[in-house]
Structure formats: structure tokens, C-alpha cells
């Protein structure tokens, strides 16, 4: 269900068996368009995808743990693509959630042309209201969190009526389901 509801809105899904998988998806991408620099969000869990990436000497890849946080900064203002964990994912409505207590790791998946989200199939829930105790939790923790709830690429009709991708985000989303 989820795989349709995310190709419905234009998105991209792909069932791949781990990291690696998605780091040569990524590489794939990349090297097609003449990427030069991807960012990754700060999730310890995401090291191998980055260094797997790194290790091809293709791509500049740069994170919140590799740099200070204005040079940070600066490489989101450039990046072609941004790769960040996901939180959860609601399958009936292809609804990503993602909760980040840092604006670097938000801004991962806002900035860049196209946005390509991990999901690692445990995380992957059938319905919104299996969400609630998750929300109720991260907005009640201790630490300031933003919660994203992402469905597609940033889209508008405001202009003339018609479809510009892009305008407040990602022109893409790409949804790596692992495992």
C-alpha cells in the first residue's frame, strides 16, 4: 500500500534489502545528473550509507557529524540531494514522519532538489492512528522537536492554476523501503 500511495503523488519507491543497496541507488542517481554533493542528516545509523557513498570517490558527502554547523549550513545551500532517516511511515496514506530536534537535520530533507528518505521496514505502520503514541511522545520529550509529516514533493497550483514541483522543497522524494 504504501508503494502506491507514494507513486500516486510522483514519488519514487524501491524495495532494497539494506544499506549498502541504498547507497549504490542513491550513487545511481547521483552520477546520472552530475550530482557533485549530497548531505546527510546526522543519524548514527546512516554512517555506513555515507561511507559506503564516500568510498566510491564520486560525490562529496557531508553531515552535521563531519562539519561544524555553519559549514554545514553552507553545503545545504548547495546540495543536490539530502538523505535522512525515517521516523515512521504510514502506509495507508505514504504519510513519512520524521521528528528532528536540530534544524540542520530538517533542513536535509527541504533544501535539496530531491529528497531520498530510508525507511527501514520496522518502522513502516498501517494507519495514523498507530501514530498517535509516537507524536504524544515526541512532542511531550524534553528536547525541542519538530515533527515532519511528508506525503510527496513540495508542490503548488497557487500560480495560474497549474502544478510547479519544487517551490517550498524537493522537486523528488524517493522512498527506499529497507529490509
Known sequence: ????????????????P??????????????????????VSDDPTLSEFSAAIVRKGL???TSPITLSREDFFASLKI????????????AETGTLI???????????????EVHVAILP???????LAEARS???????S?????????????RTSDIGDMVILGVHGPKELHVLLLG
Not at 1 to 16: D, E, H, I, P, Y
Not at 134 to 140: A, D, G, M, W
Not at 142 to 154: D, Y
Open 18 to 39: 539494506d544499506l549498502q543497496s541504498a547507497s549504490e541507488y542513491v550513487t545511481e542517481i547521483a552520477v546520472a545528473r552530475n550530482v557533485k554533493r549530497i548531505v
Open 98 to 112: 520524521i521528528s528532528t530536534s536540530d534544524e540542520s537535520n530538517r533542513l536535509v530533507t527541504a533544501l535539496p
Open 142 to 154: 524534553n528536547r525541542a522537536v519538530t515533527l515532519s509529516l511528508i506525503s510527496s514533493s513540495s
Open 121 to 127: 521496514r520496522s518502522k513502516l505502520i498501517p494507519s
Open 1 to 16: 500500500m504504501l508503494n502506491s500511495q507514494v507513486t500516486a503523488v510522483k514519488g519514487f519507491f524501491k524495495r532494497l
Open 79 to 90: 546540495a543536490e540531494i539530502g538523505v535522512s532517516s525515517v521516523d515512521l511511515a504510514v
Open 134 to 140: 509516537f507524536l504524544s511522545q515526541e512532542t511531550r
Open 59 to 61: 560525490i562529496e558527502v
